[in-house]
């Protein structure tokens, strides 16, 4: 019968669980974040702690279904327990990755290591090909860690996992034996920019009713002709939502435009496309009480000049932005203008509004051009 072997890199290891883990296990399983993202019973009792120690985790091994181990680290002088990874088997060379930290650990890069070694075992013992991974969608920790491991994310799988009682939806990615265990892509993360008048930051999920303001305006939903009408106060959130993965992807950085004293919403700005072989497109909208105060034109000028600082200072490097705006759009052209782009063409019928297709004006802007 398979045992867990212990597994050390010298600082984090690997091992067999044991009765000395219930009082952590209890206290992880019943932490907020736990209870969030993975399927612990509500609540979790000393029982539970005990039959995972003493049924759940032995039986994996004894069935050659999971292969779990008890992920144990330093805090400070002494070694305690960190939380629990576990490789469980799905046949021919197959295994779903399963992780959970206890708070103590979260943040501190322990779990990460311990799924390190848990892989390099896996494929070289259990002569793994591939390990799939699975999450909820909108457990960025998770996500994060995988990335950092090599794993892709391929996308959501809508109400695939069961949780609470219910299917939602999650994230799925795989790691292949002989991959590099490292990100294949940049994670994009959105830097906070202090202008004169204006800061950009992150979004946020408090700005819902902001955007629902702005996107419900007769003229921003006229110029945006792919936004739904009537827009809800779902779809603001929907949208919030939504800005966080094209950032882990590496595709597109967006910022939440806000006064610098409140912090209130004016608007959003975004890079986007970045990779693409036309190259980055910066694109904006404001709320209705942010317009005729320069704060779009400031707004973008502060995106593009992030886009051109090199990487090794903090921006993303490129040597040209992109921007398409659609003729008639006299105010989307005279923050081109003011921010030094050059228009290069017309697309006929380039751009979608509420009445249909526009012609749109595309321009670019190079390092030099910046104003």
């Given at each position: 019968?398979?045992?867990?072997?212990?597994?050390?890199?010298?600082?984090?290891?690997?091992?067999?669980?044991?009765?000395?883990?219930?009082?952590?296990?209890?206290?992880?399983?019943?932490?907020?974040?736990?209870?969030?993202?993975?399927?612990?019973?509500?609540?979790?009792?000393?029982?539970?702690?005990?039959?995972?120690?003493?049924?759940?985790?032995p039986?994996?091994?004894?069935?050659?279904?999971?292969?779990?181990?008890?992920?144990?680290?330093?805090?400070?002088?002494?070694?305690?327990?960190?939380?629990?990874?576990?490789?469980?088997?799905?046949?021919?060379?197959?295994?779903?990755?399963?992780?959970?930290?206890?708070?103590?650990?979260?943040?501190?890069?322990?779990?990460?290591?311990?799924?390190?070694?848990?892989?390099?075992?896996?494929?070289?013992?259990?002569?793994?090909?591939?390990?799939?991974w699975?999450?909820q969608?909108?457990?960025?920790?998770?996500?994060?860690?995988?990335?950092?491991?090599?794993?892709?994310?391929?996308?959501?799988?809508?109400?695939?996992?069961?949780?609470?009682?219910?299917?939602?939806d999650?994230?799925?990615?795989?790691?292949?034996?002989?991959?590099?265990?490292?990100?294949?892509?940049?994670?994009?993360?959105?830097?906070?920019?202090?202008?004169?008048?204006?800061?950009?930051?992150?979004?946020?999920?408090?700005?819902?009713?902001?955007?629902?303001?702005?996107?419900?305006?007769?003229?921003?939903?006229?110029?945006?002709?792919?936004?739904?009408?009537?827009?809800?106060?779902?779809?603001?959130?929907?949208?919030?939502?939504?800005?966080?993965?094209?950032?882990?992807?590496?595709?597109?950085?967006?910022?939440?435009?806000?006064?610098?004293?409140?912090?209130?919403?004016?608007?959003?700005?975004?890079?986007?496309?970045?990779?693409?072989?036309?190259?980055a497109?910066?694109?904006?909208?404001?709320h209705?009480?942010?317009?005729?105060?320069?704060?779009?034109?400031e707004?973008?000028?502060?995106?593009?000049?992030?886009?051109?600082?090199?990487?090794?200072?903090?921006?993303?490097?490129?040597?040209?932005?992109?921007?398409?705006?659609?003729?008639?759009?006299?105010?989307?052209r005279?923050?081109?203008?003011?921010?030094?782009?050059?228009?290069?063409?017309?697309?006929?019928r380039?751009?979608?509004?509420?009445?249909?297709?526009?012609?749109?004006?595309?321009?670019?802007l190079?390092?030099?051009?910046?104003?």
């Open positions: 019968m398979l045992v867990a072997p212990v597994l050390t890199d010298g600082t984090v290891t690997l091992r067999a669980h044991r009765d000395e883990d219930l009082e952590a296990i209890l206290e992880q399983s019943n932490d907020p974040l736990s209870r969030t993202w993975t399927r612990v019973p509500v609540p979790y009792t000393r029982e539970d702690a005990r039959r995972f120690v003493r049924e759940a985790m039986g994996g091994w004894a069935t050659d279904e999971e292969w779990g181990f008890a992920l144990e680290a330093y805090d400070g002088a002494a070694s305690r327990f960190a939380g629990t990874v576990s490789l469980r088997n799905q046949g021919e060379g197959r295994a779903e990755i399963a992780y959970g930290a206890h708070p103590w650990a979260r943040g501190r890069g322990i779990v990460e290591a311990g799924l390190r070694l848990l892989l390099d075992w896996g494929f070289a013992e259990r002569d793994l090909d591939t390990v799939i699975w999450a969608e909108g457990n960025w920790a998770s996500r994060k860690v995988a990335w950092r491991l090599g794993f892709s994310c391929d996308g959501v799988v809508r109400r695939w996992q069961g949780h609470r009682g219910e299917l939602v999650a994230w799925v990615g795989t790691l292949h034996r002989g991959e590099e265990r490292a990100p294949r892509n940049a994670w994009l993360e959105v830097p906070r920019i202090h202008g004169q008048h204006i800061v950009l930051r992150r979004h946020r999920d408090d700005d819902a009713v902001r955007v629902l303001e702005a996107c419900s305006d007769e003229r921003t939903a006229y110029w945006l002709g792919l936004m739904p009408v009537p827009y809800t106060l779902g779809n603001a959130e929907a949208f919030l939502r939504t800005r966080s993965d094209p950032m882990a992807r590496g595709v597109a950085v967006h910022w939440m435009v806000a006064d610098p004293t409140t912090d209130l919403a004016l608007g959003t700005v975004s890079l986007m496309d970045l990779g693409g072989h036309a190259g497109e910066v694109g904006y909208w404001a209705p009480d942010a317009r005729g105060r320069g704060v779009m034109t707004a973008v000028r502060l995106a593009v000049r992030h886009a051109f600082i090199d990487v090794v200072d903090g921006g993303l490097g490129l040597d040209k932005v992109r921007l398409v705006s659609a003729v008639d759009n006299s105010a989307s005279r923050i081109a203008a003011a921010v030094g782009f050059r228009e290069v063409g017309t697309e006929r380039g751009t979608l509004c509420r009445d249909g297709r526009h012609d749109a004006v595309v321009y670019d190079l390092p030099a051009d910046l104003t």
